[in-house]
């Protein structure tokens, strides 16, 4: 595994709190610049990915972003899963203490400790701390940004606004909208859903698995919408949708702006990519510049 740290210029980390794991992450940097850069989280998506894997016979990364656009003007830092390494292979076997541990709670935590670290030690230039997530890891972001008033700008990418819970309502809606469920299967999967929320909510640090995650994660993702979070902040926000994201609907992310306006707040820019799915496979390169026009402009 050291391999491919090396191998991909990271420079491993570990620090150690109270009432949390050992905290592994990874720096990177081009090492032009002898000054400390200011500083660029990046928070993953959901479950136990690691940074690099093997995709087959490929080998793929967590990141959307190329590293040297990040790298030639900040220093890249990443907060590895629970108990996940740097780097996977096809043959991983997945620990039962990542499922043990795992939550938005957790992870928000142990990452604004590397951001204090990081600014404690004089790592890092601290004038600008952007924190960017991805997918699930873009409510694990806002959260971030919350608790650590050290952040200075919010990205959050194919994240969602309300309670992840209308995700899964809002798909059977669709499903019964375009004909492929009938009226009575539409109905039997909604009390179906609103029953696995209820034990859910009942029980909120059971390890019990549904769609691949515990009960204790969910809960964690289920008990405060991002929306609120959001509002919350007064730091510049950066907010990238597909309209037709499947992994989180755009009507959950459309109240947003909404909200903003109606709350009189002008930190806010948001963007919709429309046609496009979760990861904007079609049009990344255009979140890319958005985000990047949108960095340079604040």
């Not at 701390?129 to 008033?149: F, R």
């Not at 469920?181 to 029980?203: D, G």
Request: aromatic share 14%; glycine share 4%.
């Amino acid at each position: 595994m050291e391999y491919y740290v090396s191998k991909y210029g990271f420079i491993k980390n570990v620090i150690y709190r109270e009432n949390v794991n050992p905290i592994n992450f990874y720096i990177k940097d081009d090492n032009k610049s002898k000054k400390p850069k200011p500083l660029f989280l990046y928070i993953m998506g959901s479950g136990p990915c690691s940074i690099m894997m093997q995709v087959k016979d490929q080998i793929g990364s967590s990141i959307i972003f190329n590293f040297k656009e990040i790298t030639k003007s900040f220093q890249l830092a990443i907060v590895t899963k629970p108990f996940i390494p740097f780097y996977t292979n096809n043959d991983f076997q997945i620990p039962q203490e990542y499922y043990e541990t795992d939550s938005l709670d957790y992870q928000a935590k142990v990452n604004s400790l590397v951001i204090d670290y990081l600014i404690e030690n004089k790592l890092i230039d601290s004038s600008k701390v952007i924190v960017c997530g991805v997918s699930h890891g873009s409510d694990v972001a806002a959260q971030i940004a919350l608790i650590n008033k050290n952040v200075t700008h919010l990205a959050c990418i194919a994240g969602n606004g309300l309670l992840q819970t209308y995700n899964f309502l809002n798909d059977v809606r669709k499903d019964y909208r375009n004909g492929k469920v009938s009226e009575s299967e539409a109905e039997k999967q909604t009390q179906y859903l609103f029953a696995q929320f209820k034990k859910i909510y009942t029980n909120p640090d059971s390890l019990q698995k549904w769609w691949g995650h515990t009960h204790k994660y969910w809960y964690s993702f289920f008990k405060e919408s991002t929306i609120n979070k959001l509002l919350q902040l007064s730091v510049p926000i950066f907010f990238a949708k597909g309209t037709e994201d499947k992994n989180g609907c755009i009507e959950g992310s459309d109240i947003i702006p909404i909200e903003f306006i109606r709350s009189n707040k002008n930190n806010l820019t948001y963007k919709s990519y429309w046609g496009e799915d979760h990861m904007f496979e079609n049009k990344i390169k255009n979140v890319k510049k958005d985000f990047w026009d949108w960095l340079d402009k604040n």
